[in-house]
């Protein structure tokens, strides 16, 4: 069985703090995907990456990077420099068919001026 | 805007009516994916559509929901005699393929049932 645990349900951060959000995933599949996506307070949903199991790069995408370690089944992610419009709530989701994605309960991140 | 359109946005319906939610893919899209949040739950898959096909509805309760998604018009996800613990943000998603490459969120539905 797949499951995602977001084990912080609420960070709390002043402006221009760097601060990592972690996600711990179990699977038995040897071929999955990891997703990230953002729910800000006006609710839809914003995907910010997307990484297979075969891709253990870390990736950085402007103030977003992403840490992937196989070795101990988590894919956190840190934003660097935090703004006030990254107060949301952050997923990480898991799916090994591709399109039938599990997802964590999400952090509430708040980030204050 | 060419991403998901879902509509309404918000929904209220007396326990008992028929709650029919839409969504429209991003265009040149053909899999469609309907979600619910529940409150105290997450996020949770319900039902995976293809044009006039439903390839997996593992997600969806047994009785009084439906899913369709036909060749002409959005997909639709049915509720029939709607509970009070059926209120939720249901959303949507749709991508080209079923292996999630672009696979992008609506703005979801807020249901509440009175």
């Known amino acids: 069985a797949q499951k995602v645990t977001q084990a912080q349900t609420e960070i709390s951060v002043v402006e221009k703090e760097d601060v990592t959000l972690d996600c711990v995933y179990e699977t038995r599949d040897t071929t999955y995907y990891l997703f990230w996506y953002k729910q800000p307070p006006s609710g839809e949903l914003v995907f910010l990456i997307r990484r297979n199991s075969f891709d253990e790069q870390n990736e950085i995408s402007g103030r977003y990077s992403w840490n992937f370690q196989k070795s101990t089944s988590s894919f956190n992610f840190t934003i660097t420099a935090s703004q006030v419009v990254d107060s949301a709530v952050y997923f990480c989701?898991?799916?090994?068919?591709?399109?039938?994605?599990?997802f964590g309960k999400g952090t509430s991140l708040l980030v204050t001026p | 805007n060419a991403g998901v359109m879902q509509n309404p946005r918000h929904l209220v319906r007396r326990r008992g009516q028929e709650a029919r939610l839409r969504c429209s893919p991003v265009?040149?899209?053909?899999?469609v994916y309907w979600y619910r949040q529940l409150p105290e739950e997450g996020l949770k898959f319900m039902v995976y559509?293809?044009?006039?096909?439903?390839?997996?509805e593992s997600g969806m309760p047994k009785e009084r929901f439906s899913a369709e998604f036909p060749k002409e018009g959005p997909s639709i996800l049915r509720i029939q005699q709607v509970v009070r613990g059926d209120s939720a943000a249901y959303f949507c998603?749709?991508?080209?393929?079923?292996?999630?490459?672009?696979?992008?969120f609506g703005s979801g539905t807020r249901l509440t049932v009175v």
């Open positions: 998603a749709s991508s080209p393929n079923r292996e999630g490459y672009g696979y992008t």
């Open positions: 989701a898991l799916s090994d068919s591709g399109y039938a994605l599990n």
């Open positions: 265009k040149g899209h053909s899999h």
């Open positions: 559509l293809q044009k006039e096909n439903i390839i997996d």
